[in-house]
T-cell receptor, first 110, second 114 residues
Framework: SQKIEQNSEALNIQEGKTATLTCNYTNYSPAYLQWYRQDPGRGPVFLLLIRENEKEKRKERLKVTFDTTLKQSLFHITASQPADSATYLCALGDDYKLSFGAGTTVTVRA | ETGVTQTPRHLVMGMTNKKSLKCEQHLGHNAMYWYKQSAKKPLELMFVYSLEERVENNSVPSRFSPECPNSSHLFLHLHTLQPEDSALYLC?????????????FGPGTRLTVL
């Protein structure tokens, strides 16, 4: 069965540094991958989409890469700020169906 | 939030109760979803509706019964639940059930089953 792993449950970093989150998957060939942000007590909010034929996507301070050979996506938050503190979810997509990872909670220290 | 709203935000119920969760989307979307999010676990897709027709029922127990009376409203009717059903129930909508359509989530209903 398919498996999606996000590198760690929690990531603590200093303000201004780059946070790098990993999403690995097995037994799956997704057509696309999305990253979402979830704050406590809130629903996930869409951040970025990358398709299987794309290597990299950027949006402001966010960058995502997608390596279908390694079956891995990396999500980078550059020049991190305390307001970036949240849980980040990767979601692998096939048609309209999304399969989510358990998430990585990022805490940015001022 | 004005995009996708869910009521109630919190619900405590006994195993013999019957309750309903409500979701409303104000985005003009045609697809709506129910997800379950348990602590430390990934979101699990439960049901998908497209233009009020159920297109996905992800092996969900019959004690969960969805209803989609129109493309703006989605309900999840609950009866004889178990304590392990305690979780955050999230509703989402998307323009269509097309590939990579962005899903917009509501704030969720935190359900506790005693």
């Amino acid at each position: 069965s398919q498996k999606i792993e996000q590198n760690s449950e929690a990531l603590n970093i200093q303000e201004g540094k780059t946070a790098t989150l990993t999403c690995n998957y097995t037994n799956y060939s997704p057509a696309y991958l999305q990253w979402y942000r979830q704050d406590p007590g809130r629903g996930p909010v869409f951040l970025l989409l990358i398709r299987e034929n794309e290597k990299e996507k950027r949006k402001e301070r966010l960058k995502v890469t997608f390596d279908t050979t390694l079956k891995q996506s990396l999500f980078h938050i550059t020049a991190s700020q305390p307001a970036d503190s949240a849980t980040y979810l990767c979601a692998l997509g096939d048609d309209y169906k999304l399969s989510f990872g358990a998430g990585t909670t990022v805490t940015v220290r001022a | 939030e004005t995009g996708v709203t869910q009521t109630p935000r919190h619900l405590v119920m006994g195993m013999t109760n019957k309750k309903s969760l409500k979701c409303e989307q104000h985005l003009g979307h045609n697809a709506m979803y129910w997800y379950k999010q348990s602590a430390k676990k990934p979101l699990e897709l439960m049901f998908v509706y497209s233009l009020e027709e159920r297109v996905e029922n992800n092996s969900v127990p019959s004690r969960f019964s969805p209803e989609c009376p129109n493309s703006s409203h989605l309900f999840l009717h609950l009866h004889t639940l178990q304590p392990e059903d305690s979780a955050l129930y999230l509703c989402a909508s998307s323009q269509e059930t097309g590939e990579a359509d962005t899903q917009y989530f509501g704030p969720g209903t935190r359900l506790t089953v005693l």
